[in-house]
C-alpha cells in the first residue's frame, strides 16, 4: 500500500475513534442535563420568592435589624465568588465566566484591583487554575473541589464564610459570577450581587415599604431569615452552573460529533482518489511493460 493511502486511513480511522468518544460524552452530558435541568427548575422559583421577600424585608426595615447584612458601604475590599466546571471540552462556557470574572475586577473594581483588595473564591477548578496565576487576585482553595460532590450543605459553607466575612468588614461587597442556564444550547453569563442584600426601588429610585406583620418579633425572624435565603441564593447560581455546564457540553459534543462527519468525508474522497490514482499508476506501469515485451 503506497505512503500515502495508508496515511489517510490512518487519519480515517483516528477520526472514527473521536467521533465515538464525542458521541459517548454527548450522551453522558443529555443524561446529566436531565437531572441537572430538573434540580434548577423545581430550585429557581422558590429561590426567587425567597429573594423577593429578602429584599422586600430589607427595605421595609428602617436599618436596625437588618444593617449587618444589607448596609451599603464604601467599597475598599470586594470579593468576587466565581463559579466554573472542574472539567473542560464544553465550548468557552468556562472561558466566558472567567473572562467576565475578570472584566468585572478590571474594569468595575479596577481601584481595589490595583490595591490588591479584590479577593476571588473560585468554585470549580477551571476558575482556581485560571486566577491562581494572577497576583493581584487571591485564591481560596477550599471551596475548587465542592462539584465533585455538589450539595446544599456544601455550598452552604461557602455563603456562610461570604456572610461572616462581610459582617466582620472583611469585604465590602460580594458578588456571584455564574451561566445562568437558559436551555441546552443557551447560557446567560451574568454578576449577582450577594452581599449587602439590594433592597426593592420603586420607579422614583427609592426603597419600597411592605406592609409585614412580624411573628415572632422581627429581629428574631430576619437573623433566622437571611442567611437561609442567602444561602439558597448561592446554591441556586451553583446549580445553574452545574446545569449550564452540561448544556455546554453536550452542544460541544454534537458539534464536535458533526465536524467529524464532515472530515471524514473529506477524507474517504481523499482516499478514494489516491486509491485511484494509485490503482491508474499500476494499470499504466502494467500496460507499458506489456507493450515493452511486444516491441
Keep these: 500500500m503506497p505512503a500515502a493511502l495508508k496515511e489517510v486511513r490512518n487519519r480515517i480511522k483516528s477520526v472514527q475513534s473521536t467521533q465515538q468518544i464525542t458521541k459517548a460524552m454527548k450522551m453522558v452530558s443529555?443524561?446529566?442535563?436531565r437531572r441537572a435541568q430538573e434540580?434548577?427548575?423545581q430550585m429557581r422559583p422558590y429561590a426567587k420568592k425567597l429573594q423577593e421577600m429578602?429584599?422586600?424585608i430589607v427595605s421595609n426595615t428602617d436599618g436596625d435589624v437588618s444593617a449587618d447584612l444589607s448596609v451599603e458601604r464604601p467599597v475598599e475590599s470586594v470579593l468576587i465568588i466565581a463559579v466554573t466546571s472542574d472539567r473542560g471540552l464544553c465550548g468557552a462556557y468556562n472561558a466566558n465566566v472567567i473572562k467576565l470574572a475578570r472584566t468585572l475586577a478590571q474594569e468595575k473594581y479596577q481601584t481595589q484591583l490595583s490595591k490588591g483588595k479584590v479577593t476571588?473564591?473560585?468554585i470549580g477548578k477551571k476558575a482556581y487554575d485560571a486566577f491562581q496565576k494572577l497576583s493581584a487576585v487571591h485564591n481560596n482553595p477550599v471551596y475548587k473541589d465542592i462539584?465533585?460532590?455538589?450539595?446544599f450543605e456544601n455550598v452552604q459553607q461557602v455563603a456562610q464564610h461570604a456572610i461572616e466575612a462581610f459582617s466582620k468588614n472583611e469585604f465590602d461587597v460580594v458578588e456571584i459570577v455564574y451561566s445562568e442556564f437558559k436551555n441546552a444550547a443557551t447560557q446567560a453569563f451574568v454578576v449577582e450581587r450577594f452581599l449587602p442584600i439590594p433592597r426593592v426601588e420603586n420607579k422614583e429610585g427609592k426603597a419600597t415599604k411592605a406592609d409585614f406583620i412580624f411573628e415572632p418579633d422581627q429581629e428574631t425572624l430576619i437573623?433566622?431569615?437571611m442567611p437561609k435565603i442567602l444561602n439558597t441564593q448561592l446554591y441556586k447560581a451553583v446549580l445553574d452552573a452545574n446545569a449550564s455546564e452540561h448544556g455546554a457540553r453536550m452542544t460541544a459534543m454534537d458539534k464536535a460529533s458533526e465536524n467529524a462527519n464532515e472530515l471524514l468525508k473529506d477524507l474517504r474522497i481523499t482516499y478514494n482518489r489516491a486509491r485511484q490514482a494509485a490503482i491508474t499508476t499500476e494499470l499504466t506501469e502494467i500496460v507499458s511493460g506489456a507493450a515493452a515485451l511486444q516491441g
Excluded: G, Y
Design 30 to 33: 443529555a443524561a446529566k442535563l
Design 39 to 41: 434540580a434548577i427548575t
Design 54 to 56: 429578602l429584599s422586600n
Design 120 to 122: 476571588l473564591w473560585p
Design 147 to 151: 462539584l465533585q460532590n455538589l450539595s
Design 223 to 225: 437573623a433566622e431569615l
